[in-house]
Every structure is written in C-alpha cells, then in structure tokens.
C-alpha cells in the first residue's frame, strides 16, 4: 500500500499491517475534522474501518471540534522554557520548578481547572496541548479493559518493593474485590533497545510482546491504538507523517536484516507510537520526561470507573480535571 504526505513523500506500508486500517481511520478523521471546521460536505469512511471504529472516531472529531473552538492562550512562549530546561529538571525540585514558573509565567494567579475540550496556546498561537474528555467510546473503553487484562501478570511482577517512582509500590493503589485492575507500569514497544547487551545496533521488540499472549495483546489495543493515532493526525500532522515514514523503513529493515519476531510484530502493531506505556492504579508525581521532544506529541487516554481524577501541568498552572474516557494530547 502506498500513501503520500502533503510533502509528496511516498511511504510504503504492507497491506496486511493493522497500521494500513489505522490510517485509514485517520485519513478519515482528519477529513471530517475538516470538514466539519469548514462546513464542508460530509465525509463518507472507509468500507475497512468497522461499525465501531467509525463511531470511535466520528466521537473523536466531536471533541476535537469543541476543543478547537475553546482555546486557551497564554503568555508563555514554550520555545524559550523549552530551552532552559535540562535533564537535571525532572520536575521534582520544587525550588527549580519555582524559579522557571517565574521566568515563563503562565499569566494567572493560582491554578486554574479545566473541565471542558480545551486546547492550550502559547504566546505565539502554537498548540501546545488539547485536552478532550469523553472522547474514548465504551466499545473502546472495553477494549483498553480487555487488554490489561491480558497484561495483568506483568503488571504484578513489575511493581517493585524500592526503585523509582515508576514501578516503586508507594504510588500504587493495592487491588480489591470491587477493583478488577492489577496495578503495575510497564512498556510495550515494537522498538526497543536491550540494555545491558553489547549489540545495540539492532532494536527488538519489548519482552512484553514475547511471549505466547503477544499476538492477542496487540489485537486487543489495536482499536484504541487507532484512535490514539487519528488523535495524533489532527493534533500533530508533521509527526504523524514522520511516524508513517519510519514505520516503512522499519519494516524493510525488519525483511532485509531478517528480524523474524519484529516481521511478525508489524503485523499487528497499529500505533505510530513505536512504544506504549500501560500505568494501571498509579498515583504520577509531577515530573518531566525527558526522553520526549519538545516539538512532539505524547497522546495520554485515561479509562476507568471515576470522575475526581486530576492531571496536573505546574509549569502552566493547570488542572486536567479527569472522568475514565479522556484523551489529552501534549508535547510539554
């Protein structure tokens, strides 16, 4: 299958990758999106994309649409902190994080909660985040459910008793008889490279894609992969077409270099997104990432059964509020 970017750049995709539904669905997406910003002529899907795909994404565009019609300016200028930050700013020196809210100053006083589809500007009119709640189906929803499930014992065995915040067992919310979740974080990526191995010029795949359940996982996130992805479409267009890119040459590696679990992993990846992160029943510290670059997108869908969550952004004094069908989009 062979797709063009705006920039006339052909990629090519195999035609039975789960990543050539989801760009239809995307192609798809960004056309209603379109559309319905412009009140241009309906928008007729693709005959692949199933019944609960399209209705996954037309409930997307909804919340695209309200969002793009709320935005948020603010004065800073996200060019210039993303310069003066460095690794050492994880997000956890309270005195740091004070001194850099002083020199990008988000324009108002205390934090401000947002309930609505917003998206958040900076002082130049960039994008720098949208946030759309209730934009997850419960089809979808299901879906995410199904594939913790299929997770769950390497959730358990990841959360650890000391180690970072990320698996350490204090941020974790033990499971109960009225909660079916496991708690746990871990990584599920098509491309990572192995520490502790000498030969780091060729990726593999992540150890929770190896074993015998890998096949089922994947077809279980594929949906909720897809939406994610026609997310990133409409948000961030420039990385989505780079993310295509890569995937098209990963694939040909994969073939030349004869990396058999990798061939086969493509199969049914559907992200554009070469690894997903899963964080079940976890409180999150504020921190900063800084394996993501700045220019780019991270997409981060919430589900589950509550309505008082919170995502905290302190360097813009904003409050997420959170309800178990979120989607948020942000490259800070």
Known sequence: MNVSSTSDIEITLWRTWALTVTHEACEYTEQKFNAEKTGGDPVIPSPNLDTDLVMACDRLVDQLIKAYKNPIQMPI???????????????????????????????????????????????????????????????????????????APMLEESVKVDGNWRTNQRWFKPSSEDDVLTPGCINVSLVWFQQGHENQLDPQVSASLKGALSEKILKAIARPAAIATAALRVMHPEQYWAGLRAFGSLGEKAQSKELPKMSETLQYWASMFNSLSVISNRQTPNHRDHLSIPECFNILTSVGNYSNARMSMPSLQLEFSGRGSDCLGHGI
């Open 77 to 151: 200028d996200i060019a210039r902190y993303s310069k003066l930050i460095s690794p050492k700013d994880t997000g956890h020196n309270e005195e740091r994080e004070e001194k850099l809210l002083q020199r990008c100053p988000p324009g108002h006083e205390g934090t401000k909660l947002v309930e609505i589809p917003t998206t958040i500007l900076d002082v130049s009119g960039a994008i720098i985040a949208w946030y759309l709640p209730d934009a997850l189906t419960d089809a979808t929803q299901k879906e995410i459910w199904t594939a913790s499930d299929l997770l």
